[in-house]
């Protein structure tokens, strides 16, 4: 039992767990096997950029562009298939590799010429968001093909597509960050950046790798999202970067680097879809969403600082 | 001239353990300059933080012109007439000299506006004394070093101080700016100045001191005026009796194993940090490398392990010249760097003892995608065996484990790299005696083994007793080489301090 309350990952867990139950118990019609469907599949998007962003915290960095690489991968995707008829399985790959080639140029202007992560995606984000703008004009790409929209709508074994993606990227990060050099790596460079440089870590390039698969990981999201909606829309992604950081957050990453986990992050974005839907079924007014996420990232945050004290005072 | 303006009495200062300040009474006389020496950890700084309110004494007391006064703060001290410089410099770039100068005690306008006019005007009268021609609205981040040093004595003399302590204000000064500073300090002392003078240049404190006071281990060894004393009695004072290294280390060395040739890492203010250095190294040999603070000891072993992209020269291991230039390739042609500093550059704060071991050598245990945790386990536990570090578990947090025992996981994080040439920096600071010897044990047995051993230490008894030869480094060069036979305190301190 104490084992079990010493890892990061209990407090989001617990928290999971007691506010499904007092949704489930107020609300029954919260448990019902749609609405959960439902919960997972809006959790999957975001979830996925949270993967990403995960991956760049525990390096020290932050990624402020994803929502806007996820947004602009959908609309290149749906551009794809429609101006250039390409088939959905080439846009997709097209619409991925764009989103890792915009994480690859983050992460160069972050590892190599040093700029700092934030300022650095802060406005890769402007340029990627008016990119949107400027291909779309503002309106919406339509008349996607129906086999695309299979990713985003349809189900494998009763799971929507977008869950399996989203657990198949889970586990695959999951694996890599516990049991791979690069995995280790990363969580070196966070903790200290200076000992994994003389430990021989080559720390600009992991960076760079870093940003990429945050690029990537978004792109998935925002192409997931584009199938989901039937159409490539402009305002895809534009507020996702504060719920996948929340996310990551509030799963016990730690801002300072060196300190999360997958787990944690996805049931961290559990835990916001769980709450978005629940402030539905409750009828709290939604105006109120973001003040609640807002109490709950304070909260989160306030934990990670003491726990981070008590660690330095043993 | 023999005006006494500032008198410590039985000056003691413990701190948890240990007695930095044991009884010292140090005198400061007026308008002249009173040296302080002592070795590493004589208690020098402890007193000079003492005399500039940073720290309060245990007991003691201090007198000014004759009558006890009591400050706890740099603030109070500056209202009693005491400035300080440290040794490190602490200006802010991004304002100018006049704001620095004034920093915290600005004059006001009224009670909001800064009137940065009288600032300023004040601030050029105080750079004219010093010789500093510069409007006092340059920036200061566009200042070279010993430009910053005279901002430094203006901010430090302004208002009513009498008494300056300099804290080894050469230490970062070119030969030509140690003149511009030597004709402050004398022209200081004319008009009544005192100066605590801290400094570990023998030749420069002959050349600029007045009285000198010598502490050794927290206590007053002796007090003399500089004119009746000469180098030879310094050194005498600060360690002591002359003392011949123990039992002589004498075995065989094995052949050539590393040649360095004319290393050069330049100072991105101009000049070199290491200056066309060149040395050769044995199989089982240890090197120790001597100098004081700037010498360019740490530059010199970051130079070889990779982590100075900007160096040049040449570097032969075992008859190969080495033509990698990033750490992890230099890592893998044999060379391995137990840094300074463990906390800032050694460990891992957030990874247990297991992970910061392997940290450097992963690829080791690593198959086709994953790390083997049985091959890794096993190589930590045979380096945990092998240098008898004391553990709970190995995968408790590296916080869990003692100065001297993390500094053990360090060394082993080294070793499972299979060096050829082990490069430690300061490898004993902050480690207990035991830890201390434990340390030396293992290099020991490291060199029976056929490695090559690069230590850097400003312990002059270490400097001593473990190396096989010392090369002694002084602003970037090279200014002596002593076999173990030859080597003494008074050699080790001269060489490194010499011009």
């Given at each position: 039992m104490?084992?079990?309350f ?5 407090g989001?867990l617990?928290g999971?767990?007691?506010l ?13 096997s749609?609405?959960?469907s439902i ?16 991956l760049v915290?525990?390096t ?9 690489i ?6 290149l ?8 008829s390409?088939?959905p ?5 097209a619409g991925l590799?764009?989103g890792?080639?915009f994480?690859v140029?983050?992460?160069?202007m ?5 700029v700092n992560?934030?300022?650095t995606?802060?406005?890769s ?13 503002g309106?919406?790409?339509l ?5 695309f929209q299979?990713?985003?709508q349809?189900t494998l ?6 869950a399996v993606?989203?657990a198949?990227?889970?586990l695959l990060?999951?694996y ?8 280790r790596n990363i969580?070196a460079i966070?903790g200290?950046r200076a000992a994994?440089?003389l430990?021989?870590?080559?720390v600009?390039?992991a ?10 990981l978004?792109a998935?999201?925002g192409i ?12 895809t992604?534009?507020n996702?970067?504060m719920?996948?950081i ?8 730690s ?10 992050t996805?049931?961290?974005a ?6 978005a839907?629940?402030?539905v ?5 939604p105006?109120?969403e973001?003040i609640?996420i807002?109490?709950?990232v304070?909260?989160?945050?306030v ?7 008590k660690?330095?005072?043993s | 001239m023999?005006e006494?303006?500032?008198?410590a009495?039985?000056?003691t200062?413990?701190y948890?353990g240990?007695t930095?300040?044991?009884d010292?009474?140090f005198?400061v006389f ?7 020496v ?6 020098k700084?402890?007193?000079?933080k003492?005399?500039a309110?940073v720290?309060?004494a245990t007991t003691?007391r ?12 740099p ?6 007439g ?6 490190e ?14 920093m915290a005690r600005?004059?006001?306008r ?5 009137d940065h006019?009288?600032q ?5 009268e ?5 010789q500093?021609d510069?409007p006092p609205?340059t920036?200061v ?12 004595l203006?901010k430090?003399?302004h208002?009513d101080?009498d ?8 230490s970062a000064l070119?030969e ?8 402050i ?5 004319a008009r009544?100045t ?20 010598v ?7 002796s007090?003399a005026?500089i004119r009746?004393i ?6 005498r004072?600060m360690?002591?009796?002359e ?5 002589p280390?004498r075995?065989?060395l ?6 360095v040739n004319h290393?050069?890492l330049?100072n991105f ?8 250095v ?8 240890i ?9 360019g000891?740490?530059e010199?072993?970051?130079c ?5 992209p ?8 075992e008859g190969?010249?080495i033509?990698?230039?990033?750490v992890d390739q ?8 137990i840094?300074?500093d463990?906390k800032?550059?050694?460990i891992v704060q957030?990874?247990?003892?297991a992970?910061n071991?392997?940290?450097?050598s992963l690829?080791?245990y ?11 386990g096993?190589?930590?536990?045979d380096?945990?065996r092998e240098l ?10 590296i916080f869990?484990?003692?100065g001297?025992n993390q500094?053990k996981v360090?060394?082993?994080k ?17 480690i207990?005696?035991?830890?201390k010897?434990?340390?030396f044990?293992?290099?020991?047995k490291?060199t029976d ?5 690069i ?5 002059l008894k270490?400097?001593l ?9 002084n602003k970037g060069?090279?200014?002596g080489?002593?076999?173990r036979?030859?080597l003494?305190?008074?050699?080790l301190l001269?060489?490194?301090g010499s011009k």
């Amino acid at each position: 039992m104490a084992r079990f309350f010493a890892l990061r990952e209990s407090g989001i867990l617990l928290g999971l767990i007691g506010l499904c139950l007092i949704l489930a118990l107020a609300r029954p019609a919260f448990a019902n096997s749609y609405n959960i469907s439902i919960v997972v599949r809006q959790t999957s998007f975001v979830g996925m950029v949270a993967l990403g962003q995960t991956l760049v915290l525990l390096t020290g960095g932050i990624d402020l562009s994803v929502g806007f690489i996820g947004g602009l991968a959908g609309i290149l995707t749906s551009l794809a298939m429609t101006g250039l008829s390409m088939p959905p399985a080439a846009a997709v790959a097209a619409g991925l590799g764009a989103g890792a080639f915009f994480g690859v140029l983050n992460g160069l202007m972050i590892s190599r010429v040093k700029v700092n992560p934030f300022i650095t995606t802060l406005a890769s984000g402007e340029i990627f968001a008016g990119s949107i703008l400027v291909i779309t004009g503002g309106y919406p790409v339509l008349n996607l093909p129906a086999s695309f929209q299979f990713l985003g709508q349809g189900t494998l074994a009763g799971v929507p597509m977008p869950a399996v993606f989203f657990a198949v990227c889970g586990l695959l990060l999951a694996y890599a960050l516990g049991n791979t050099a690069f995995g280790r790596n990363i969580y070196a460079i966070g903790g200290n950046r200076a000992a994994a440089r003389l430990a021989g870590i080559r720390v600009e390039r992991a960076t760079t790798v870093v940003y990429l698969l945050s690029g990537f990981l978004a792109a998935f999201g925002g192409i997931l999202f584009t199938s989901r909606m039937s159409s490539g829309q402009p305002t895809t992604g534009a507020n996702w970067v504060m719920p996948c950081i929340t996310a990551a957050i509030i799963g016990g990453t730690s801002l300072s680097g060196g300190e999360g986990s997958v787990l944690g992050t996805v049931l961290g974005a559990l835990f916001m879809g769980v709450l978005a839907n629940g402030i539905v079924h409750m009828d709290i007014s939604p105006y109120w969403e973001r003040i609640i996420i807002g109490l709950v990232v304070v909260l989160a945050v306030v934990i990670d600082v003491l726990r981070s004290r008590k660690r330095s005072r043993s | 001239m023999e005006e006494l303006v500032l008198e410590a009495r039985g000056i003691t200062k413990r701190y948890p353990g240990t007695t930095a300040l044991d009884d010292v009474d140090f005198d400061v006389f007026k308008g002249a300059v009173n040296v302080l020496v002592g070795e590493n950890g004589a208690g020098k700084s402890t007193l000079t933080k003492i005399l500039a309110g940073v720290e309060e004494a245990t007991t003691g007391r201090i007198l000014r012109q004759g009558k006890p006064i009591r400050y706890s703060s740099p603030f109070e001290a500056r209202n009693h007439g005491v400035g300080i410089v440290f040794q490190e410099l602490n200006l802010v770039p991004n304002l100018s000299i006049a704001e620095n100068m004034f920093m915290a005690r600005e004059i006001m306008r009224n009670r909001f506006m800064i009137d940065h006019e009288r600032q300023e005007s004040e601030a050029a009268e105080a750079l004219r004394r010093l010789q500093l021609d510069l409007p006092p609205s340059t920036l200061v981040s566009s200042l070279g070093i010993g430009q910053q040093q005279i901002v430094e004595l203006a901010k430090a003399l302004h208002g009513d101080v009498d008494i300056l302590i300099m804290d080894e204000p050469t230490s970062a000064l070119s030969e030509q700016e140690v003149k511009v500073l030597f004709e402050i300090i004398v022209d200081l002392k004319a008009r009544g100045t005192a100066i605590v003078y801290i400094s570990h240049r023998f030749e420069e404190i002959l050349e600029i001191g007045d009285y000198i006071t010598v502490l050794r281990d927290g206590r007053l060894i002796s007090k003399a005026r500089i004119r009746d004393i000469d180098i030879h009695w310094i050194v005498r004072e600060m360690t002591g009796e002359e003392e011949k290294p123990p039992v002589p280390r004498r075995k065989s060395l094995g052949g050539a194993l590393l040649e360095v040739n004319h290393l050069r890492l330049p100072n991105f203010s101009g000049g070199y940090k290491v200056n066309d250095v060149s040395f050769k190294l044995r199989k089982g040999e240890i090197l120790g490398i001597y100098g004081l603070m700037g010498a360019g000891r740490t530059e010199l072993l970051e130079c070889l392990v990779g982590a100075q992209p900007d160096a040049t020269g040449q570097i032969v291991l075992e008859g190969r010249e080495i033509a990698s230039s990033r750490v992890d390739q230099r890592i893998i042609d044999g060379f391995s760097l137990i840094p300074e500093d463990r906390k800032q550059q050694g460990i891992v704060q957030t990874f247990t003892i297991a992970e910061n071991m392997t940290l450097a050598s992963l690829s080791r245990y690593t198959g086709r995608f994953s790390i083997s945790s049985a091959g890794e386990g096993r190589a930590v536990d045979d380096m945990i065996r092998e240098l008898a570090i004391k553990i709970g578990s190995k995968t408790h947090s590296i916080f869990s484990l003692s100065g001297g025992n993390q500094q053990k996981v360090v060394v082993g994080k080294n070793l499972l790299t299979n060096p050829r040439v082990l490069l430690m920096d300061e490898p004993t600071r902050g480690i207990d005696v035991g830890a201390k010897k434990d340390m030396f044990d293992i290099v020991r047995k490291l060199t029976d083994e056929g490695l090559g051993i690069i230590m850097v230490s400003s312990e002059l008894k270490e400097m001593l007793t473990i190396p096989d030869r010392v090369l002694v480094l002084n602003k970037g060069r090279l200014t002596g080489e002593f076999d173990r036979s030859e080597l003494s305190q008074a050699t080790l301190l001269l060489a490194s301090g010499s011009k």
